[in-house]
C-alpha cells in the first residue's frame, strides 16, 4: 500500500512532509502526509505535462474551488490545494482502506448485502456531490475506497479539468471509457445521471467480477456502451434484488434514469441498524486487510529535536551566554566568632554602648567624613558618652572593643561610598542619555532623593568640555544570542476554505489544518469563510526587517488587529508584507507575502514564504 518515496519525488509539498507514497494515476501521483494535528491525507500532485498548460490550471482552479463545496457523508473532501505553483497539487483527507478495484483483484466479487451497502452509501456520497453542483465523470472502482466504516468516494471532479487541454484536444480521452455512460462515451455533456450510470456499472463488475458488457478492452466496452440504445447490457444472470436496481441505473436515457437520491432509500434496507452500524459490512477476510492497512499507517514524522540546555555554572544555575559578564556575588555575612563583625540593624545598641550606623545610607546623604565639631550620640541609659565626646576633666577613656567598633564604622562607611558612586554613575548616564532633561522643580541639576527630597547636586567635570572617557561597550543582549535559525522561506499557501468551514494555519511546522482540525492549540491563524476574515490567535504585527531581532521587534510594536475583515486583506497585508509573531510553540515566525491572488468568490489567496527561528 504504502511505498518508500524515490530519487525522482520530491520530499516536500506546500508545506506538507510527504511519508511515502501511495500511488500513480493518470493525472499525477499521490502521496501520503499528515497535518500538524496528525490528520492522515492523501496529496495528489498534478502531472508535470498537464501542470504546463494555462487552460488546465485554470480549469483545475475552478474544480477544485467547486470540489471544495462538497461537504456530507461517504466521501473524501478536499481540505487544501495549489493551482498557481510550478507543480499544481491538492490534499484530501486519507482513508486508510484499499480501493475496490485493488479489492476485487484480490479477493474476488462481494457478498449481495455488501455490493447493496456498497451502492446506497455511493448514492448518498453522489448526493452531496451534485447539490454542490459538481459532477464526479470518473467514478470507477480504483476511486471508490473501501474502509472499515464503509465506502468513501474520492477525486470528484477534478477530471473535467482536463477536458480542455493539449491532450484532449489532439484526440485523447479523459476518463475511464468502460465506466463512462453512454452521453460521455459519445462526447457529449455528462451530468449527474452521467455518474449514476457509473454506479450501475461498479455494482454489476463487484457483485459477479465481469463487466455486464461482455469481455474486451476499454476502447471496446466504450463503444459497446456509447450504443446501449440499440443493444442495452444482459443483466438476467444477476440476483432479482440486484437487476431491478441495475435496470434503473444502466437505462440508455439519462432522463428516466433513477436519481442518486431514490437509489440511496432504496438500498436502505440493506444498509442495516445494528449498533456496529457498517462496521462489519464486509466479508472477514477484507476486512482483515482493511484493519492491516491501517495498522501499517505510517505515524507522524518525527520532530526536530529539542535544543541542548545550556550549560549549568554550579548551584543549579545556567551558565550566562557569552561575552556577557558575570556580576560577583554579594558577600555574605561573616559568621560569629571569625573575628568579624556583620553590622547590626540600624538603630541598635552594640555592647560597646554606641548605636550601629545605617546599614544602607541614600546617596544623597551619605556623608564623606565626619563633622570634627558634631559630638557623638550618647547612648541611652547610665554609660558614658561616646568617645568623641570630651568630658569636663578631659577625654574619656575608651571602653574595650572600641577597635571593632571602628571596623564598624570602617564598614559602614564603605558601604555608603559605594552607594554614592553607583547613584553618581546612574546620575552621569542620565543626564548623558537626556542632557535636556529637567527635573521636576524646574531647576537643573536639581538631584532628587526616591522619597522625593531635593538635594545640592554632586561635584562633576565641566558638561561644557569634550567627553574624554571611554566609550562603554555593550554586550549583545539576550535575544541577539539566542535565536537559532530552524528553516527559511518555506512556501506556505493561506487560501480560504470553501463553504462555511475554517482552517488553521500553524507557522511552526508550517502547515494549513483541514476543517475538522479547527483552531487548535497549535494555530497562529485562522482562516474563516464563514466570518470572511483572517483571525490571529498570536499577537501578529509587521516585521521591521529580515532578522529574528527585526522581527520580534515588530511582533511587539507594530501589532496589527486581532482579526482583519476580507474587504481590508489586500490594503492591509500587500505583496512584500512581513508579518510576525511569537508562535504557540514560543519560536519566532516571519511569513513574508510574496503574491496575491484575488479571486471572485471569496477572500484573496495569499502565497507566502516561512521563515522560523527557535528562541
Given amino acids: 500500500m504504502f511505498a518508500p518515496l524515490g530519487p525522482d519525488d520530491p520530499r516536500e509539498i506546500g508545506g506538507y512532509r510527504l511519508l511515502a507514497r501511495i500511488g500513480e494515476g493518470g493525472m499525477g501521483t499521490v502521496y501520503l502526509s499528515r497535518t500538524r494535528g496528525g490528520q492522515a491525507v492523501a496529496l495528489k500532485v498534478i502531472r508535470r505535462d498537464f501542470g504546463e498548460d494555462t487552460e488546465f490550471r485554470r480549469r483545475f482552479a475552478q474544480e477544485v474551488r467547486a470540489a471544495r463545496l462538497v461537504q456530507g457523508y461517504h466521501l473524501v473532501p478536499v481540505v487544501d490545494h495549489d493551482t498557481s505553483g510550478p507543480r499544481p497539487w491538492l490534499a484530501t ?40 453542483g459538481v459532477v464526479h465523470r470518473d467514478l470507477k472502482p480504483g476511486n ?17 479539468a ?34 449514476v450510470f457509473s454506479l450501475g456499472l461498479i455494482a454489476a463488475l463487484a457483485a459477479t467480477g465481469s463487466h455486464p458488457y461482455g469481455t474486451g478492452g476499454a476502447m471496446t466496452l466504450g ?22 436496481v441495475l435496470e434503473q441505473c444502466l437505462a440508455a436515457d439519462p432522463a428516466v434514469r433513477i436519481t442518486p437520491a431514490a437509489l440511496a432509500s432504496l438500498c436502505e434496507p440493506w444498509t442495516g441498524r445494528a449498533p456496529d452500524g457498517l462496521d462489519s459490512w464486509l466479508p472477514g477476510p477484507l476486512a482483515a486487510e482493511i484493519a492491516r492497512r491501517e495498522q501499517a499507517l505510517p505515524g507522524p514524522p518525527a520532530l526536530p529535536d529539542p535544543p541542548p540546555p545550556l550549560p549549568r555554572s554550579g548551584a543549579g544555575d545556567p551558565a550566562p551566554p ?5 556580576p ?58 561616646g568617645p568623641s565626646a570630651p568630658g569636663p576633666s578631659g577625654p574619656v577613656p575608651r571602653a574595650p572593643g572600641g577597635s571593632r567598633r571602628r571596623a564598624v564604622l570602617r564598614v559602614a562607611l564603605a558601604a555608603g561610598a559605594a552607594v554614592l558612586l553607583v547613584a553618581g554613575t546612574w546620575l552621569v548616564a542620565t543626564r548623558t542619555a537626556d542632557p535636556g532633561r529637567t527635573p521636576a522643580d524646574g531647576t537643573p541639576g536639581d538631584v532628587r532623593t526616591p522619597g522625593g527630597r531635593p538635594t545640592s547636586p554632586t561635584p562633576g567635570p565641566d558638561r561644557s ?14 535575544e541577539q544570542q539566542r535565536h537559532t535559525l530552524v528553516f527559511e522561506n518555506r512556501p506556505l499557501s493561506l487560501r480560504a476554505p470553501s463553504g462555511w468551514d475554517a482552517v488553521s494555519v500553524d507557522l511552526d511546522e508550517p502547515r494549513v489544518g483541514g476543517p475538522s482540525e479547527g483552531s487548535g492549540t497549535h494555530s497562529e491563524l485562522t482562516l474563516d469563510s464563514n466570518l470572511s476574515r483572517w483571525e490571529f490567535l498570536t499577537p501578529m504585527g509587521r516585521g521591521a526587517g529580515p532578522t529574528a531581532e527585526q522581527c520580534l521587534r515588530g511582533a511587539r510594536t507594530d501589532v496589527l488587529p486581532s482579526e482583519i475583515e476580507e474587504e481590508d486583506l489586500s490594503r492591509t497585508l500587500p505583496v512584500g508584507t512581513l508579518l510576525c509573531t511569537v508562535t504557540s510553540d514560543k519560536n519566532i515566525a516571519m511569513v513574508k507575502v510574496t503574491k496575491v491572488v484575488h479571486t471572485s468568490d471569496g477572500m484573496p489567496d495569499y502565497f507566502t514564504e516561512v521563515t522560523l527561528w527557535r528562541s
Fill in 93 to 132: 483527507v486519507f482513508v486508510p482502506g484499499l480501493s475496490l478495484r485493488a479489492a476485487l483483484e484480490d479477493h474476488g466479487p462481494l457478498p449481495l448485502p455488501s455490493v447493496m451497502r456498497l451502492m446506497g452509501c455511493t448514492a448518498q456520497a453522489l448526493v452531496a456531490i451534485h447539490t454542490a
Fill in 144 to 160: 471508490i475506497v473501501l474502509g472499515r466504516t464503509g465506502p468513501y468516494v474520492i477525486d470528484f471532479g477534478i477530471a473535467r
Fill in 162 to 195: 482536463a477536458d480542455t487541454t493539449h491532450l484532449t484536444r489532439s484526440g485523447g480521452l479523459i476518463g475511464t471509457p468502460q465506466f463512462m455512460s453512454p452521453e460521455h462515451a459519445q462526447g457529449e455533456d455528462a451530468g449527474p445521471a452521467s455518474d
Fill in 223 to 244: 463503444a459497446r456502451i456509447a450504443n446501449t440504445a440499440f443493444r442495452p447490457p444482459r443483466l438476467d444472470g444477476f440476483l432479482p434484488q440486484l437487476r431491478e
Fill in 322 to 326: 557569552p561575552g556577557r559578564a558575570v
Fill in 328 to 385: 560577583p556575588d554579594p558577600a555574605p555575612p561573616v559568621p560569629a566568632g571569625t573575628g568579624e563583625r556583620t553590622v547590626p540593624p540600624a538603630g541598635a545598641v552594640p555592647p560597646g554602648g554606641v548605636p550601629a550606623p545605617p546599614a544602607a545610607v541614600p546617596a544623597a546623604h551619605a556623608p564623606s567624613a565626619p563633622a570634627p565639631s558634631a559630638p557623638a550620640p550618647s547612648a541611652p541609659g547610665p554609660s558614658a558618652p
Fill in 465 to 478: 568640555s569634550p567627553d574624554t572617557t571611554a566609550p562603554e561597550t555593550t554586550a549583545p543582549s539576550p
